[in-house]
């Protein structure tokens, strides 16, 4: 992947920096919060080289890149005010005002995502230690097993103290204070005074419970104090503000944890431990069944990060989290699917992006990829993953398994789950979850790119006609960097005089959308087109075009696609020139025969050269 290519292409495509109030990034996904959904380039972003898909969720616009996504954002902190490793973490301010559930969901993302390798790695470990342990590999007696114990286990232990740092930038609270706060939680007297009867705050009894791995307390008083230090900074004069309004959040905050906030959150985390536990106990392959099923489905629309706080508070009253065993098959069975994918595809493409997906799926659990660029276009695919991990996550829960450790369900994450429940059910349950789903695709099967185009000569040389009156100049006249350096594909470019587009060959309406400045076509043998009227014209909101086509329509070389105003364009300020590009260049990765000068709609613009004519040559 070009990082800075993608970066550009991406910026531009959502509208600009100025349309974009936040930017953030997870394990696979950049996650916009945009101003206007209007600006954004719904058609040109998905076409860019590097991303797998896109995705709007949780108030968020979400380009999934995979496992390049921390270099895109570095670029895209390079040519903006926007990303970088200081600021992927989004202020409260910047969060969508959509619903509680999105907000909430915002929230828990912005806080525990630049946690998250930390958290998993040390989970890793710890897993890694405890199956050592379990296997008699290594004496728990011994001071090495000390050392490691607290490699693995520290950063989980102080988990406030972290939570601490990212919910004070979410909330625009001081982090110093906020540690402070959090120091105070965990202070080695505080945690000593876990469980010792009557304890009292001048005269008030204390329920004394522990913070230690606590998630709830923390994000709460870090809310509280963000609200605080707005107060005091506007209420206390400027020579004294700045100390004594650590000094009182401290006095008051950590009081207040101890004698309401730690207790009921207790009750709370309890209870939620509490839910959890019953439902695995009493019907633990139907609670499997649920998570083992709906757990991609809940990925794919980023609700997951709802049920991380159940995963830390299961953790923290039971040292065990029944609920992430089952998301092993869920994990897994993708993995699955697009092997079998892998395997039964005659495609070279889609075996060139399986291939790294399985990988991906099976070792780092990070699935991604698979269902955006695999499973989940191919349909059958990803229904196979889901019955895979409906039934082994119900046959892992059925035999009492649970994760000792938080770490993300994959192969290497494996050891965390052999210290609790029935191994040979755990087993079991996993081969179940990837047997099924790579049987039924390789077997059952799914609607091949290939099958469904038998009768057309796959990566053949396309002829494009112009589908537009006017001036054809060369793609690097094109007064915009994204589309003249090539970014988004190659192609010609059209200064039409006439405000009318047509189709340059059949096709089916990729994309059309309500603001008529872009449309995406594709051709029978696979062949992707993107017609660009002007230059930054998604900012007039579809003022001056009219579309005369909707998507999935099917159209015919020289059909009517669209109508537009090039003197009411112009007049407000914007350039007509038109970007003519293939979008996917690994089938298409030159044109030849480009026409310069004046053009007829219907002429020959260029010829789209394939892959295996190019290999012949």
Same mark, same amino acid.
């Not at 570095?74 to 559930?101: T, W």
């Not at 993302?109 to 008699?136: H, N, V, Y």
């Not at 991380?308 to 699955?336: C, N, R, W």
């Not at 889609?350 to 990829?369: D, I, M, Q, Y």
């Given at each position: ?85 200081? +600021? ?14 999105? !907000? ?72 110093? *204070? ?22 009292? =705050? ?6 004394? $419970?522990?913070?230690?791995? +606590? ?14 230090? !707005? ?9 004294? !503000? !700045?100390? $004594? ?66 995963? *830390? ?31 039964? *595809? ?5 075996? +060139? ?13 990070? *699935? ?13 695919? =990803? ?26 369900? +994959? ?207």
């Amino acid at each position: 992947m070009d990082y800075p290519k993608t970066a550009a292409a991406v910026l531009k495509g959502v509208g600009g920096e100025d349309n974009v109030s936040s930017l953030v990034h997870c394990a696979t996904r950049l996650r916009f919060v945009i101003k206007d959904d209007a600006k954004v380039d719904k058609a040109a972003v998905k076409a860019t080289a590097g991303v797998i898909a896109t995705a709007e969720a949780g108030g968020q616009y979400q380009v999934v890149i995979g496992n390049e996504v921390p270099e895109v954002f570095e670029e895209i902190a390079k040519i903006s005010k926007l990303g970088g490793a200081a +600021s992927n973490e989004k202020s409260a301010s910047d969060g969508p005002k959509g619903n509680l559930l999105n !907000r909430f969901i915002a929230m828990i993302s912005a806080i525990f995502t630049p946690l998250l390798w930390a958290l998993a790695g040390t989970g890793l470990l710890k897993a890694f230690l405890a199956a050592a342990a379990t296997f008699g590999w290594i004496d728990t007696a011994t001071t090495t097993y000390a050392i490691l114990n607290a490699l693995s286990d520290s950063f989980i232990n102080f988990l406030p103290l972290a939570i601490a740092i990212t919910a004070a930038k979410y909330f625009n609270a001081s982090q110093f *204070t906020s540690l402070a706060i959090a120091g105070a939680l965990v202070y080695p007297s505080i945690v000593a005074l876990n469980g010792v009867p009557d304890i009292t =705050f001048f005269g008030i009894p204390v329920t004394m $419970v522990s913070y230690v791995s +606590s998630v709830i307390p923390i994000i709460v008083v870090v809310w509280l104090q963000s609200h605080g230090e !707005r107060f005091l900074y506007a209420a206390l004069p400027s020579a004294i !503000r !700045r100390f $004594v309004t650590p000094m009182i959040m401290v006095l008051v905050l950590v009081p207040l944890v101890f004698l309401v906030i730690g207790p009921l959150s207790n009750v709370i985390s309890t209870g939620l431990a509490g839910g959890i536990g019953w439902v695995f106990s009493v019907v633990p392959w139907l609670g499997g069944a649920i998570m083992g099923g709906l757990w991609q489905v809940f990925v794919i629309f980023g609700l997951h990060w709802g049920i991380v706080p159940l995963m *830390t508070a299961e953790l923290q009253s039971t040292g065990l989290v029944y609920i992430l065993a089952p998301l092993f098959a869920a994990v897994l069975a993708q993995a699955a699917a697009v092997a079998g994918v892998w395997v039964r *595809t005659k495609n070279k493409d889609l075996k +060139s992006l399986a291939a790294p997906a399985t990988l991906s799926g099976f070792l780092a659990g990070v *699935t991604e990829p698979a269902i955006y660029g695999v499973n989940l276009p191919l349909k059958r695919p =990803f229904v196979y993953g889901i019955v895979g991990g409906v039934l082994g996550g119900a046959l892992i829960s059925a035999g009492g398994v649970a994760a000792n450790a938080f770490v993300l369900p +994959s192969g290497l994450g494996l050891p965390a789950l052999f210290s609790e429940g029935n191994i040979v059910m755990l087993f079991l349950g996993l081969a179940v979850a990837i047997v099924v789903p790579f049987l039924l695709t390789v077997i059952v099967g799914f609607t091949d790119p290939v099958e469904e185009a038998a009768a057309v000569a796959s990566n053949t040389d396309l002829q494009v006609l112009s589908p537009l009156d006017g001036t054809a100049v060369a793609l690097t006249e094109v007064p915009d960097a994204v589309f003249a350096g090539g970014a988004l594909g190659a192609g010609v470019a059209i200064i039409p005089r006439v405000g009318a587009l047509y189709a340059p060959f059949d096709a089916v309406v990729a994309a059309a959308f309500p603001t008529g400045h872009a449309i995406g076509l594709q051709h029978a043998d696979g062949a992707e087109l993107l017609i660009h009227v002007g230059i930054d014209t998604v900012k007039l909101g579809g003022k001056h075009f009219t579309l005369k086509v909707e998507k999935g329509q099917r159209v015919a070389a020289g059909d009517l696609l669209l109508e537009f105003d090039i003197p009411a364009i112009t007049a407000a300020g914007y350039d007509v020139t038109t970007p003519v590009i293939i979008t996917n260049p690994k089938k298409y990765p030159t044109i030849d025969s480009p026409t310069v000068g004046p053009v007829a709609h219907g002429d020959a613009l260029f010829l789209a050269i394939a892959e295996e004519e190019l290999a012949l040559a």
